[in-house]
């Protein structure tokens, strides 16, 4: 096992724990506290759901993805000029944007959960599911280089 075998290994399982705790919250937890709990409850449980997601996204799940992205990157010799390429460049320049737009929808859910505003944090943890599999999706068509 090399270092490179590591680091991508964090990045990989960084990018599982994000996008299962997705998945989690919105096929497990959430239809069981609508069956289960009252208004009250439910929302008791789900704003104290979303901080601790929030929390462990701000302080594990981004630094490790930044962090080990910047250095797979440096390590396969990419470059900005690199990222306009066919190919592997192209790729991972959309995996980037959608990325960092997955990043601004989950940031902006959690605004709008904590302000009340249902509709607009429904659409934007919709949005962020959606693109977080876009980016596993670029993720595995990035060529073998």
Known sequence: MTWWAVVRFLHVLAAALWVG???TVSLVV?????????DQRRAQLL???GRRFGLITVAVFLPVQLATGVAIARHKGV??????E????RILAAKLVLFCAVMVAAALHGW???SGRRGPARALAVSSLIGSMGVV???TALPVT
């Open 21 to 23: 705790g997705q998945l």
């Open 112 to 114: 709008a959960s904590g």
């Open 86 to 89: 066919p190919g592997y460049g």
């Open 30 to 38: 959430l239809p069981s506290a609508r069956r289960l709990l009252d």
């Open 47 to 49: 704003t104290a759901v």
């Open 79 to 84: 470059t900005w000029a690199s990222l306009a």
């Open 137 to 139: 999706l670029l993720a």
